[in-house]
């Protein structure tokens, strides 16, 4: 089974972070794999190995060449990665960031599945997935929690408030995954020697036939910081200060 | 000469560490310190099954994966930082080194894939009850007797010594003294007359036993090393998993260091954080300068073993002295900087102290290898 699975490399969200002058994130630093993304890579590892056979490709975008994140990536087991890497991407959208995306998994050759997460750590919008599906003309099953191929399908476990919905699909299909979900596999030297020695194709918007010099049709105006949380409210408590929160909760129509 | 980790080092460091984090927490780290055999099953096979530990500096034809020194105390570093309860310094740093020293390719062959692996714990049963670190701490005999030798006495403060399924025994010829007359034995701790008592030890965290050898019989192909030759090889053990142990230290330093500083900011009396007041400042000073010293002198020994040179005798006990006193006085100054909080038992101050000593005389405390590392460069 041949699975492509989208990853993000971000800066260190432990680290500082800073803005450039457009207000978006300034990425000129070591970039890591996103948390979330590390969640697909599992699945994706663990669907091919109960297939038997196939490859794990990766795609990412990303500046300054960066392959860090496409490394540890690779030292958990995938076989090579597509990186697409192009100073005209700096800043751009995210249907932008899909239309790239889509036209790299279409250069990793034939595949079954495509998975990404769900949203990015560092962007949040969490519309490329989706969008990718549209563009490549794929069925988009979200928020999967649980992934199981059949016979020239998948059944997924979608991810719900009260539950999880069943959900099938036919292959090939683009699927996001919900963080957390499976536990990623900690790579070995082995595994990490290994990735230095597989294949990374590092390309630029012209290899993909894509015209990006009319730019995207978003622009950030101003970034303003969280509200600061409010004071909350003190309750010394006279041992009937239950009553107080039983209360509070009522009012929110908690209870 | 390079002394900065490769990024695959550092990647296995974030492995390492990411590890650590979900599987020797405080909470697991309790858990395995009331259990007799002080470490988790599915943890130790996951660490040799998945992540590859144990195999990493033991060659390929031994079954291992053919990588350095240097790779190995990047991961002890990390485990000292977690405390993590494992049979990795017995087996890997301990038996393994001692098994590699030796000359018998066959016992590499028999033994050296499964603790590669995982699957053999093994152990150094070399101090005895007499609580010496050199080589006339060796007063267990082996007797030749038709082809076989006869083992007898006794054997204490080895660590995993009840869970090992694989001793390596050090023992003298009658009549020898010092380092003359001393063999090392690869013995199956089910082989008649062995038998073993977990100890009761102020560090829960790394359990010891005492064994008990009565007239066990080996065979001559049990041997490490010629009969009675075999003190170079178990120096030289010793010496390795000193530079083992000092990176684990220097891990467990930097821990106590770290929560030191971090409570020092958030912790606020008469007003102010206390990391404000020079008395806390000064500490927490002297405490990064000997985490930096006792990693610079732990790394160069880690190098010193890796490229296997002239070095390594005496780099060996001069980190394993800085070191033990580095996180001994590490671990106590963080007790004293969290205040009282730092003297109860739900605060993990007392593990890293109690880590931090056994850590410290294990293999001998400072002053030994002080005086170890003065005889060495001839003073």
Not at chain 2, 49 to 68: A, K, R, T, V
Request: with cysteine; hydrophobic share 40%.
């Amino acid at each position: 089974m041949n699975i492509v699975v989208l990853v993000k490399q971000i800066p260190d969200p432990a680290g500082p972070s800073e803005l450039e002058d457009d207000y978006t994130l300034d990425r000129n630093c070591k970039l890591i794999l996103d948390e979330s993304d590390s969640y697909g890579v599992e699945i994706a590892l663990q669907l091919r190995e109960t297939s038997g056979g196939g490859e794990v490709t990766l795609v990412s975008m990303a500046p300054n060449k960066e392959v860090s994140g496409i490394r540890t990536a690779l030292a958990m087991g995938a076989e090579k990665a597509i990186l697409v890497t192009d100073d005209a991407l700096s800043g751009a959208d995210a249907l932008t960031t899909a239309k790239v995306l889509a036209k790299a998994i279409e250069r990793a050759g034939d595949y079954d599945l495509v998975i990404g997460a769900t949203e990015s750590t560092d962007g949040y919008v969490g519309t490329v997935p989706a969008a990718i599906a549209e563009l490549l003309g794929l069925p988009s099953v979200t928020f999967a929690k649980k992934i199981e191929v059949q016979e020239g399908k998948i059944v997924v476990q979608r991810q719900t408030e009260a539950g999880y919905d069943l959900i099938e699909a036919p292959l090939p299909a683009m699927i996001s995954v919900t963080a957390g979900v499976v536990e990623p596999r900690y790579p070995s030297f082995k595994g990490i020697m290994a990735a230095k020695k597989k294949p990374c194709d590092i390309i630029g918007v012209s290899d993909l036939g894509l015209d990006v010099s009319a730019g995207w049709g978003q622009e950030i105006l101003s970034v303003e910081d969280a509200p600061a949380r409010a004071a909350g409210e003190k309750i010394e408590d006279d041992g009937e200060s239950y009553l107080k929160i039983v209360e509070f909760l009522e009012n929110k129509k908690i209870i | 000469m390079n002394f900065a980790f490769t990024e695959e080092q550092e990647e296995l460091r974030k492995s390492a560490r990411s590890f650590l984090e979900n599987y020797s927490s405080s909470e697991r780290v309790r858990e395995m310190m009331e259990t007799e055999s002080g470490y988790d099953k599915e943890v130790w096979t996951r660490i040799g099954q998945e992540l590859g530990w144990p195999s990493l500096h033991i060659p390929e034809e031994y079954g291992g994966s053919g990588f350095s020194y240097v790779e190995l105390i990047a991961v002890m570093e990390e485990m000292g930082t977690t405390l993590l309860c494992s049979p990795f310094f017995s087996s890997v740093c301990l038996a393994a080194n001692a098994l590699l020293q030796g000359s018998n390719d066959k016992l590499k062959k028999e033994h050296l894939p499964g603790i590669a692996s995982g699957d053999t714990i093994a152990t150094l049963a070399f101090t005895e009850p007499n609580g010496r670190w050199g080589a006339d701490g060796i007063t267990s005999t082996a007797v030749s007797d038709g082809g076989d030798f006869l083992l007898n006495g006794v054997k204490s403060f080895v660590i995993d010594g009840h869970t090992a399924q694989l001793l390596i025994v050090a023992a003298r010829t009658e009549g020898t003294t010092g380092t003359d007359g001393v063999s090392l034995f690869a013995v199956p701790a089910d082989t008649a007359g062995v038998s073993s008592r977990a100890l009761n030890t102020m560090d829960l965290t790394r359990k010891q036993a005492e064994i008990t050898l009565e007239n066990v019989r080996v065979p001559s192909n049990a041997l490490l090393t010629d009969a009675g030759a075999a003190w170079p090889a178990l120096s030289k053990t010793l010496d390795l998993a000193a530079v083992a142990l000092a990176a684990e230290q220097v891990g467990g330093a930097q821990r106590c260091l770290d929560t030191s500083v971090e409570y020092a900011k958030v912790r606020v009396q008469f007003g102010r954080p206390i990391g404000s007041f020079q008395a806390i400042k000064h500490k927490c000073a002297d405490m990064l300068l000997e985490v930096e010293s006792a990693r610079s002198a732990a790394y160069y020994a880690g190098w010193a073993a890796a490229e296997d040179n002239e070095e390594l005798s005496t780099v060996a006990p001069l980190a394993k002295a800085y070191c033990s006193d580095a996180y001994f006085h590490c671990a106590a100054e963080n007790i004293q900087i969290h205040g009282g909080i730092g003297f109860t038992w739900e605060h993990d101050a007392h593990l890293y102290f109690k880590r931090a000593k056994s850590a410290e005389i294990f293999l001998g405390d400072a002053t030994y290898h002080r005086e170890l590392l003065a005889q060495r460069i001839g003073l």
